[in-house]
Each structure stands twice: as C-alpha cells, then as structure tokens.
C-alpha cells in the first residue's frame, strides 16, 4: 500500500520569509524587486582580478559578455576596474576611470538591467552615476573616501555596504576576531546607520559580509552559517563567494576555474540563510542553483 504524501507541518525545516512589505532596491533604473534572490554578474574591467582579469577590458566584449548574462539569468551587473584581490596595489582614480568608462558605456548600451560600479572612490561613483550607473558597490563601506555617502546620498543612488578587515594589499596575513558574526554585524550596523545619516534612503542600502575579506576559511563558513545575524539587521544582504580561494581551500587547493561547485554549494546555502543578491561569475549555472534553492525554501 502507498502511504499517502506527508504534510508539511511547521516543523518542516526554515521557510522563505513570512509575506510582508515585498523588499525592493529602489534605483535610478526602477524598482529592484528582491523577493526572488537576484544573481549579480560580475564584470571587471581589470588586468588583474583573481578571476576574470583581462576579459572584459575591451568594451566591445564586454558589453557583449553583459548581454549573455542577462539573457542567462543576471537580474544586475557589477562593473569594476580595480582589483580587491588579496595583495592587490591601489589603482589612482584616474586610471580607474580610464579603465571603467568605456566599458560601462558600452554595457549600458547593451543591457537594462541596474549597473553597480565596484570603487571606494566617491569620484569614480559619481562620473560612473553620470554615465549610468544605478548603484554604487563599496567594499570599503564608505570609509576610505569621506564623500562616498554624501555622493549617493546626493544621486540617489543605492550603496552595497562591504565588511573588510584590513585593506586588500594586508588583509590576509593574519585575520583577527573574537566573534566574527557579532563584529561584522555590528561594523555594519554602524555603517548602515551613518550612510542613512548621511541622507542615503533604508531602500538604498544593502549589507554584505565580505567573504574572504580578512576572512580565514574558518571565518567565512561560520559568516555563511550565521548569516541570519546579519539578515536581522533589516536590509537586503548581497554574498560574494564566487571561486574564491576559501573554496579553493577547502577543496584541497583548486584552482579558480575549478571552484563552480564549491561556489553553488555556498550560493545555495546564502540564499537559504537569506541572501537576497549572490554576486558570482558563473551566471547560466547560478541562475539554476538559485531557482531550485528557493523552490525548495519555498515548498
Ligand atoms: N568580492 C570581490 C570584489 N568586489 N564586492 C562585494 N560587495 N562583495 C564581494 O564579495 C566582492 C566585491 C572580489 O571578486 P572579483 O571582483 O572577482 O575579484 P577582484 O577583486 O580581484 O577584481
């Protein structure tokens, strides 16, 4: 005899939240809707990211590339030019802008999905916002250019609030916390409330942990497992961990281009601590592990 199909009672495991005001990132290109985790495609316009350095300096490519992963399933792209890659030097606003303006006018032009500029400099924010840009990506969370906040604050313009210990040329060498859930939560919460200080709008805001940044491998797993703490705090939390070298760590020494299921593995488990934007490289392949994580939160 079949037994008939059980029910889900509500002891059946963690749900999508309850129905409540639809949280949305309001941009300059319309309302973000983010009761469906967004996948952000990750473009850089850089000679040196850890991962997709040199492939998108062309404009013509790039804009081409940012076509393909909206069609595959990216609801927003992040354009940057200078890389935060452990080690990496500081590149000046100058070059930084030389890198970056071509390529955005040309994945502009291609796509209409919101565009973030991944930069710490409020000058780089605001001539990439005169060229398009709907959202600006800092993984300094304001700290390293005073006039970030009062710049987007002045725009209009959402900011990706970051979590970093150290800077990118130091951050590895010996990352430190007594609680890395409760410090990270906290510097962010801070953070939060001085860029809305600032005039930057709750709507404007999004919270990221910043794996991998001054970050053990321990340190992120346990940030990826807690990210319910952050979630708390209100506002939407974006998660990068596309092929990056925690992966590669805990794989026994991958390389970057070998670390897709290690990155779906903590994609599906951010969406289900409740992620609401996954910042990765491989959008065709996300898009999917995004879909059937939230069709089974959703169940
Ligand atoms: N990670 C990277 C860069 N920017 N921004 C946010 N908000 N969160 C992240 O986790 C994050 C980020 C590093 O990845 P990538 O851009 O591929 O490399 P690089 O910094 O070398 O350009």
Request: charged fraction near 20%.
């Amino acid at each position: 005899m079949v037994s008939p199909p059980r029910q889900p009672g509500p002891e059946a495991g963690p749900r999508l939240p309850p129905a409540g005001p639809r949280p949305a990132l309001r941009t300059r290109a319309g309302i973000l809707a983010l009761d469906r985790t967004v996948v952000v495609g990750v473009l850089n316009a850089t000679p040196d990211s850890f991962s997709d350095g040199g492939l998108h300096a062309d404009p013509g490519r790039a804009a081409a590339t940012a076509a393909e992963m909206v069609a595959k399933g990216a609801g927003m792209l992040d354009l940057g030019a200078e890389s935060t890659r452990p080690g990496a030097a500081p590149v000046s606003p100058e070059e930084e802008l030389r890198r970056l303006l071509p390529v955005l006018r040309a994945v502009r032009a291609a796509v209409r999905v919101p565009l973030s500029v991944d930069t710490t400099k409020a000058a780089v924010a605001g001539a990439a916002i005169a060229e398009g840009a709907d959202v600006v990506n800092d993984v300094s969370a304001g700290r390293w250019d005073a006039a970030m906040f009062s710049s987007c604050a002045a725009a209009g313009v959402p900011i990706v609030l970051m979590h970093m210990q150290g800077t990118p040329a130091t951050m590895q060498a010996e990352p430190r916390y007594r609680d890395v859930v409760g410090e990270v939560t906290s510097f962010l919460a801070e953070r939060a409330a001085l860029a809305r200080a600032a005039g930057i709008a709750a709507e404007g805001i999004i919270l990221d942990p910043g794996i991998g940044f001054g970050k053990t491998v321990d340190q992120s797993c346990r940030l990826l497992r807690r990210l319910d703490a952050l979630v708390a705090l209100g506002y939407p939390v974006l998660v990068g961990v596309s092929r990056k070298s925690f992966l590669g760590r805990l794989l026994g020494g991958r390389d970057v281009g070998e670390r897709l299921f290690g990155t779906a593995a903590a994609v599906a488990l951010a969406v289900a601590g409740g992620a609401k934007l996954v910042r990765v490289h491989d959008v065709a392949a996300i898009h999917d592990v995004v879909v059937v994580s939230e069709a089974v939160l959703g169940a």
